[in-house]
């Protein structure tokens, strides 16, 4: 049973740029969770989806910041117009049911020129 | 506000030697706390969780304390080896909120030396 498992580890964008962070989830979780660390701090909550709805997204920044997580094909988190800003790591999680242990991916890092 | 407050923020300690890690939170009403071992770019991976009702709880070398009326975890690691180097996370979650909303603590740094 393959983990989360999170693509690309690296991703180089210029500012202005689009980036788009992908997320499986472990075989048989529904739950789906993004969040955001910035170097030498914690994990940042950012949106919390379930197939094909949109939970909680208190996390997430208004404006350029986007998430999906279709019937079929990974999770998609969506940055328009990268700033340097969002260059952090991105790390996307699952969990079988409502309060069940999560499951990390290795995450994505997200570097702005 | 929910919080979650960690310490020491780094911690360096030789091969073999014992630690322990602290974790101080004001979530409420308690659920339950987990610590996490997040390696240098890796994801976070889960060591144990606690529920209130139950004050200690092993994994290994990795002993995990919770005191509910101070509102106080702590994690203690026997016999460290070099591969316990990492950074250690504290997450609470709430009884209102579902676990991938928790509060993360900022972790602790830990290094062990040869």
């Known amino acids: 049973n393959a983990g989360v498992m999170q693509n690309p580890r690296h991703l180089v964008r210029r500012r202005g740029q689009e980036a788009r962070l992908r997320c499986s989830p472990m075989k048989g979780h529904s739950h789906v969770y993004w969040y955001r660390q910035l170097p030498e701090e914690g994990l940042k909550f950012m949106v919390y989806?379930?197939?094909?709805?949109?939970?909680?997204e208190s996390g997430m920044p208004k404006e350029r910041f986007s998430a999906e997580f279709p019937k079929e094909g990974p999770s998609i988190l969506r940055i328009q117009q990268v700033v340097r800003g969002d260059s952090a790591a991105y790390f996307c999680a699952s969990s079988p049911g409502l309060g069940e242990k999560l499951f990390f991916g290795s995450g994505t890092q997200l570097s702005v020129l | 506000k929910n919080q979650v407050e960690q310490s020491p923020q780094s911690l360096i300690i030789l091969e073999g030697k014992n630690c322990t890690l602290q974790?101080?939170?004001?979530?409420?009403?308690?659920?339950?706390l987990r610590w996490y071992k997040q390696d240098t770019g890796r994801g976070p991976v889960s060591l144990t969780i606690?529920?209130?009702?139950?004050n200690t709880k092993s994994n290994g070398r990795y002993t995990a304390t919770l005191d509910a009326d101070t509102k106080q975890s702590s994690l203690h690691i026997t016999a460290s080896q070099l591969s316990d180097s990492a950074s250690y996370i504290c997450?609470?979650?709430?009884?209102?909120?579902?676990?991938?909303?928790?509060?993360f603590g900022d972790g602790t740094t830990l290094t062990v030396k040869p």
């Open positions: 606690m529920t209130f009702s139950e």
């Open positions: 989806l379930q197939k094909e709805n949109i939970i909680d």
């Open positions: 974790c101080n939170y004001t979530v409420s009403p308690f659920s339950n």
């Open positions: 997450v609470v979650s709430s009884i209102n909120t579902n676990a991938g909303k928790s509060t």
